[in-house]
């Protein structure tokens, strides 16, 4: 248990669907993260967030938009969606942004 | 920008063996280099780092060394056992920014 959860662990959705992955971090940490991890490729870093204020926005394509209402929380909000987005999607957090950085499980996203 | 090349992308060792991963980065600013370890259904958890002011740091079965010159950092684990088994995934990060660039990943198998 790294004290950062992520919900739902599975989500199938179709291409015209609207969904939210959530993320908690029970570690009193200042940065949270939000990266895509696909099939032997590296993880790609989508957002930074630090004391609730986006810090890097890696050119995501708007049908992800992030959200975080407190340092504890943060949302990934998903709009249509296309199948080359299946992926883990992985969040972190971190006491600061260039600190260690502690995983969630992931949640396994799968487009139709 | 930076890149981070990693190899093997598969290692199979037997059981008490030693297992070496290899990665190499582009950016001679990067000053922190940090190993994970991702085993099955969970993230990515911190194993160990270095930072570019020393050559070689280690913790029981597990070192890293660097050679800032050549610009490549290396993971030996002796000993393998069983539960080494996992991805194994180096990064590299520069002052002037908080993001991590990975490397691909290793899947690094023990055999019994």
């Known amino acids: 248990e790294t004290g950062v959860t992520q919900t739902p662990r599975h989500l199938v959705m179709g291409m015209t669907n609207k969904k939210s992955l959530k993320c908690e971090q029970h570690?009193?940490?200042?940065?949270m993260y939000w990266y895509k991890q696909s099939a032997k490729k590296p993880l790609e870093l989508m957002f930074v967030y630090s004391l609730e204020e986006r810090v890097e926005n890696n050119s995501v394509p708007s049908r992800f938009s992030p959200e975080c209402p407190n340092s504890s929380h943060l949302f990934l909000h998903l709009h249509t969606l296309q199948p080359e987005d299946s992926a883990l999607y992985l969040c972190?957090?971190?006491?600061?942004?260039?600190?260690?950085?502690?995983f969630g499980p992931g949640t396994r996203l799968t487009v139709l | 920008g930076e890149n981070v090349e990693q190899h093997p992308s598969t290692l199979s060792v037997q059981e008490g063996d030693s297992a070496v991963i290899k990665c190499t980065y582009s950016d001679s600013a990067s000053n922190y280099f940090p190993w994970y370890k991702q085993e099955l259904g969970k993230g990515p958890q911190l194993i160990i780092d270095i930072r570019s002011n020393v050559g070689e740091k280690k913790d029981q079965r597990i070192a890293v060394t660097l050679n800032k010159t050549a610009k490549h950092f290396s993971l030996h684990i002796t000993e393998t056992q069983p539960e080494d088994s996992a991805v194994y995934f180096c990064?590299?990060?520069?002052?002037?920014?908080?993001?991590?660039?990975w490397g691909a990943g290793t899947k690094l198998i023990i055999k019994p």
């Open positions: 570690l009193g940490h200042n940065a």
């Open positions: 990064a590299a990060e520069t002052d002037s920014n908080y993001q991590l660039i």
């Open positions: 972190a957090s971190s006491q600061d942004p260039d600190n260690e950085q502690f």
